[in-house]
């Protein structure tokens, strides 16, 4: 699983209430353009680190997610120099399925929101299966 490194760190609750996780990344320079925006090309390794410090909260065994489908709404320009925060939590969960809602911050701003589709395969047929009904998410 993902570790958080230095230039992210996560704070996530797993209470049924509160299923969010946030993950506090400081962008990088190279992430910028030459406006000192954050480039596109950031958001999705971003999300990505978010939906696993989310993942480590989850009482989740023997399940091998990919990504099916990713949805981006860029919203607001985000700049370097200022922290980011990806907020991560549960919309639904199907038979072989989760939905997350991800939102990435700067200030008190939403700047992109993503929608994303988790699938559990089985590793050898590479086809979706079951999620077992002790999976807590």
Same mark, same amino acid.
């Given at each position: 699983?993902?570790?958080?490194?230095?230039?992210?760190?996560?704070?996530?609750?797993?209470?049924?209430?509160?299923?969010?996780?946030?993950?506090?990344?400081?962008?990088?320079?190279?992430?910028?353009?030459m406006?000192?925006?954050?480039?596109?090309?950031?958001?999705?390794?971003?999300?990505?680190?978010?939906?696993?410090?989310?993942l480590?909260?989850?009482?989740v065994?023997?399940?091998?997610?990919?990504?099916?489908?990713?949805?981006?709404?860029?919203?607001?320009?985000?700049?370097?120099?200022?922290?980011?925060?990806?907020?991560?939590? @549960?919309?639904?969960?199907?038979?072989?399925?989760?939905?997350?809602?991800?939102?990435?911050?700067?200030?008190?701003?939403?700047?992109?929101?993503?929608?994303?589709?988790?699938?559990?395969?089985?590793?050898?047929?590479?086809?979706?299966?079951? @999620?077992?009904?002790?999976?807590?998410?």
């Open positions: 699983m993902y570790k958080a490194t230095t230039e992210a760190s996560a704070k996530c609750s797993s209470e049924p209430s509160n299923n969010v996780c946030e993950l506090r990344v400081s962008p990088r320079f190279c992430e910028t353009d406006n000192g925006h954050i480039s596109h090309t950031a958001i999705a390794p971003w999300l990505e680190q978010g939906r696993f410090s989310w480590e909260t989850m009482d065994k023997d399940v091998w997610f990919i990504v099916a489908r990713i949805e981006l709404d860029f919203c607001r320009e985000m700049y370097f120099g200022t922290e980011v925060i990806v907020r991560t939590r @549960l919309l639904s969960r199907g038979n072989t399925s989760v939905s997350l809602s991800q939102d990435v911050c700067q200030g008190d701003e939403v700047c992109v929101r993503a929608k994303v589709v988790l699938v559990n395969i089985d590793r050898t047929s590479k086809t979706p299966r079951k @999620l077992s009904d002790t999976v807590s998410v």
